[in-house]
């Protein structure tokens, strides 16, 4: 499933074009953000372990830098390319200002599968973007992180060949590193722990108790994994979880920890000896359960499978996961979606915990980084909710608007227009 077609910079864009309308903003803030401020291209060769030198294209797009430093992760993906790297760097500007973090959007990515790499060309990989980046990331400039197919480990060795690439040891200039080396208590599983407080809060404005309430997720990586954990550990009951080999269910519920250390050592969910049934992967959206958490890529629910979709709530883990086109029926089936910009911020919130640590050479407790992340992330939800009620909105457009006004204000204090 996913409609590859639809160009997501385009949706994006729209997304911004209508809140800025609703807005009434001058038109110079629409103007400014429709585009980047700034994209790097860059051709990285790798010396592959046969001898031969492959060349592989990256990417780093800036969208805008008004509230603070570029920030935004890096997706090793072979369908990355410009207009996707383009329309995550703007969805981050304005999830760093839904959540008011002091940053705005960033996003970088190669073309790549890097699950056809051996682990030294991985790493060749990862040093050589590093290097072709450096000059326009920094602790107080760009600050990258992990996405799809990225982890800590690559965090960790991008630290380092920054360090070597322009002699400055800056152990804030990527977040997403391993706790051991200057990352951050909770931040590995901080994006699916919003994911689930967000579906929390949207069943507890529509009177649906979480203990009757049955989930399903598209994606079990590191988004949808601990979302799944967190929502089952909230009392909801994880029915159904896909991932490219296939979906599984268990209507009495998944074992979702045994779920989670089964795919780490099995890497695909389709054989967990706990599924009762297994169907296509892309069943999932239409399956008869309360919230929907889609955890994977964009372009999934679409004008075709919204239609079948009978959850009450979706909490989007995903970047861009909903069409345009989708979300209107949505939005006139009456499902409650917590957008993409609020639902999956756990991450860049708790990115810029790790930040603010660095920064500091100090670390706070596991629990003292939840408590930060639930905080802002639940004040952001009731801030979003009063907006959407008082002009009639969706979530989406209402974080939207709440995001660019916070955006806008800084240009034109700036002077920007
Ligand atoms: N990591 C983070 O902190 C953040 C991530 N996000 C967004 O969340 C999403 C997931 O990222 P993340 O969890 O980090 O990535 P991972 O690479 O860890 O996981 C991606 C998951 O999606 C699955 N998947 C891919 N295609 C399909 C499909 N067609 N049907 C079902 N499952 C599929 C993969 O399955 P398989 O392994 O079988 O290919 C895998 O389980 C992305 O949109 C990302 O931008 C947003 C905010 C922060
Ligand atoms: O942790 C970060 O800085 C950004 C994570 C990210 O790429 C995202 O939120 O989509």
Redesign the pocket.
């Known amino acids: ?2 409609e590859k077609h639809i160009n997501v910079f385009e949706t994006a864009q729209k997304q911004v074009k209508q809140a800025c309308d609703k807005l009434g903003t001058d038109p110079a803030v629409y103007e400014i953000l429709k585009n980047p401020m700034r994209v790097l291209e860059v051709a990285v060769p790798v010396k592959m372990d046969d001898g031969t030198v492959k060349s592989f294209i990256g990417y780093r797009a800036q969208h805008n830098d008004a509230i603070g430093p570029f920030k935004g ?1 890096i ?1 090793f993906h072979p369908d990355v390319n410009l207009d996707e790297v383009k329309a ?1 760097s703007t969805w981050m500007t304005f999830k760093c200002g839904v959540v008011g973090v002091p940053y705005g959007g960033g996003k970088g990515g190669i073309t790549v599968n890097p699950s056809e790499l051996s682990q030294g060309e991985l790493e060749r990989l990862s040093r050589g973007f590093t290097r072709a980046i450096a000059p326009i990331i920094g602790e107080k400039v760009d600050i990258p ?5 990225t982890n800590g480990q690559i965090m960790a060795w991008m630290v380092d060949e920054y360090h070597k690439a322009t002699g400055d040891f800056q152990p804030g200039v990527l977040t ?1 590193k391993p706790v051991s080396f200057y990352g951050s208590l909770a931040r590995t599983e ?2 699916g722990y919003g994911v689930a407080i967000m579906a929390r809060d949207a069943a507890k404005k529509i009177n649906l108790p979480l203990e009757e309430a049955t989930v399903a997720l ?7 994994s601990y979302a799944a954990l967190y929502i089952a550990e909230m009392g909801a009951k994880v029915v159904a979880v ?4 296939g979906c599984i269910i268990n209507k009495n519920g998944l074992d979702v920890p045994a779920l989670a250390e089964y795919v780490k050592e099995h ?2 969910v389709k054989d967990f000896p706990g599924a009762e049934e297994v169907i296509d ?1 892309n069943e999932v959206f239409a399956l008869n359960v309360d919230i929907l958490m889609p ?4 372009n ?1 629910i679409t004008a075709e499978n919204a239609v079948n979709i009978k959850a009450k709530i979706i909490s989007e ?3 861009g996961p909903t069409t345009l086109d989708a979300d209107k029926i949505l939005d006139e089936r009456g499902i409650v979606v917590v957008p993409d910009i609020l639902a ?1 911020a756990g ?2 919130t708790v990115s810029y915990f790790e930040w603010v640590q660095n920064l500091m050479r100090y670390s706070w407790t596991f629990e003292e980084v939840q408590e930060k992340q639930s905080q802002l992330m639940e004040k952001a939800f009731n801030e979003i909710w009063a907006l959407k009620e008082e002009h009639g909105v969706n979530m989406r457009v209402a974080a939207y608007m709440m995001s660019i006004k916070r955006v806008a204000d800084a240009m034109k204090l700036r002077g920007w227009y």
């Open positions: 499933m996913g992760g997706r995550l992180a992990p996405d799809v197919n997403g901080a994006t598209q994606g079990f990586g590191n988004v949808g896909s991932d490219a080999s890497k695909i992967r955890c994977a890529l964009e999934q883990g995903a970047n999956n991450g860049v």
